[in-house]
């Protein structure tokens, strides 16, 4: 009888604990997204100064199908010189949107900024990374390479001006001030200016030199 | 001013025209020059007068022997020492 009463109670102590769980409802799943297809076009660009505002490369990119708003895709479009393998990317991120464009002014700022020659052509390859907007459940694109080209973007050089004079008298007054706007001015990185100078007709085959300094814009001269 | 027409060939005394531009360079090396402007720009002679006082004159400061420019092109704006 007590080996009965014994066994009945570990039973009853049982049945109530499992009573007294509650059962959840099932976890949410999010899906880990599908493969994404980039392209990008054109293939080939030379852009020009004019094209400084305007959108001289276009990438689309397939979506991921995440299970959550659109809005809160996230994609990182990387750029870098064909077969470095992505090792030194610039990069865009985009929310929401399966495409995303480079300006003219843009592209010069990335090519300048790796130091390619100015006008050459030059391979680039682009990827895409996409991801929830809290970087979970990350997808990489296929790589789709281009050719482009940076160009020149001069700074434009007034004088106060036309003409001078002075004496020896008044050599230290002031006589003529240059201004000139910033040269390359989608690029980010410093950029240093010098004066040239020469007789006319020289086409400044061995031009003459004043230093300005890094992202000035005016310099001043007395008459002396 | 006048001395970059100097320096450029334009003569003292004379009227010249000097050409500028801004040569701008790139962190990573790119090199861009802007358009040229030009200046006409008349120059002077820019020498000071030069007085000795000496031996030779009594070291009177009021009374200097005053030193003669050489104008010659190829002594101009030159000091010559011995």
């Given at each position: 009888m007590k080996k009965f009463l014994k066994f009945f109670s570990l039973v009853a102590v049982a049945v109530l604990g499992l009573a007294a769980c509650e059962k959840l409802d099932d976890l949410p799943y999010y899906n880990l997204g599908n493969d994404i297809t980039l392209s990008v076009a054109p293939s080939s660009v030379t852009p020009t100064l004019q094209d400084t505002s305007s959108n001289v490369l276009n990438f689309s990119w397939t979506s991921?199908?995440?299970?959550?708003?659109?809005?809160n895709y996230k994609f990182i479009i990387q750029i870098d010189?064909?077969?470095?393998?992505?090792?030194?990317p610039t990069t865009k991120t985009v929310m929401g949107s399966l495409g995303a464009s480079y300006t003219g002014g843009e592209m010069n700022n990335i090519l300048l900024n790796y130091g390619f020659a100015l006008g050459a052509t030059v391979s680039l390859e682009a990827r895409v990374i996409s991801s929830?907007?809290?970087?979970?459940?990350q997808r990489t694109s296929n790589t789709v390479g281009f050719t482009i080209s940076s160009f020149d973007h001069p700074a434009i050089l007034t004088s106060e001006n036309t003409a001078v004079t002075g004496t020896l008298a008044t050599a230290g007054d002031h006589s003529n001030t240059f201004n000139w706007t910033s040269a390359f001015q989608t690029y980010t990185g410093n950029v240093t200016y010098e004066l040239q100078y020469d007789a006319a007709g020289n086409s400044f085959a061995s031009p003459h030199s004043v230093s300005v300094g890094v992202n000035m814009n005016t310099i001043s001269f007395n008459q002396g | 001013m006048i001395g970059f027409a100097l320096i450029s060939g334009i003569a003292a005394n004379a009227t010249g025209v000097v050409e500028f531009r801004i040569k701008a360079t790139t962190a990573q090396g790119a090199v861009s020059y802007s358009p040229v402007v030009t200046v006409s720009i008349t120059t002077y002679l820019p020498i000071q007068k030069m007085y000795l006082v000496g031996g030779m004159q009594g070291w009177d400061i009021n009374n200097p022997l005053e030193m003669i420019n050489d104008a010659k092109p190829d002594r101009f704006n030159k000091i010559f020492y011995s």
């Amino acid at each position: 009888m007590k080996k009965f009463l014994k066994f009945f109670s570990l039973v009853a102590v049982a049945v109530l604990g499992l009573a007294a769980c509650e059962k959840l409802d099932d976890l949410p799943y999010y899906n880990l997204g599908n493969d994404i297809t980039l392209s990008v076009a054109p293939s080939s660009v030379t852009p020009t100064l004019q094209d400084t505002s305007s959108n001289v490369l276009n990438f689309s990119w397939t979506s991921p199908k995440y299970a959550t708003d659109t809005a809160n895709y996230k994609f990182i479009i990387q750029i870098d010189s064909a077969g470095k393998n992505f090792a030194n990317p610039t990069t865009k991120t985009v929310m929401g949107s399966l495409g995303a464009s480079y300006t003219g002014g843009e592209m010069n700022n990335i090519l300048l900024n790796y130091g390619f020659a100015l006008g050459a052509t030059v391979s680039l390859e682009a990827r895409v990374i996409s991801s929830y907007g809290n970087n979970n459940e990350q997808r990489t694109s296929n790589t789709v390479g281009f050719t482009i080209s940076s160009f020149d973007h001069p700074a434009i050089l007034t004088s106060e001006n036309t003409a001078v004079t002075g004496t020896l008298a008044t050599a230290g007054d002031h006589s003529n001030t240059f201004n000139w706007t910033s040269a390359f001015q989608t690029y980010t990185g410093n950029v240093t200016y010098e004066l040239q100078y020469d007789a006319a007709g020289n086409s400044f085959a061995s031009p003459h030199s004043v230093s300005v300094g890094v992202n000035m814009n005016t310099i001043s001269f007395n008459q002396g | 001013m006048i001395g970059f027409a100097l320096i450029s060939g334009i003569a003292a005394n004379a009227t010249g025209v000097v050409e500028f531009r801004i040569k701008a360079t790139t962190a990573q090396g790119a090199v861009s020059y802007s358009p040229v402007v030009t200046v006409s720009i008349t120059t002077y002679l820019p020498i000071q007068k030069m007085y000795l006082v000496g031996g030779m004159q009594g070291w009177d400061i009021n009374n200097p022997l005053e030193m003669i420019n050489d104008a010659k092109p190829d002594r101009f704006n030159k000091i010559f020492y011995s």
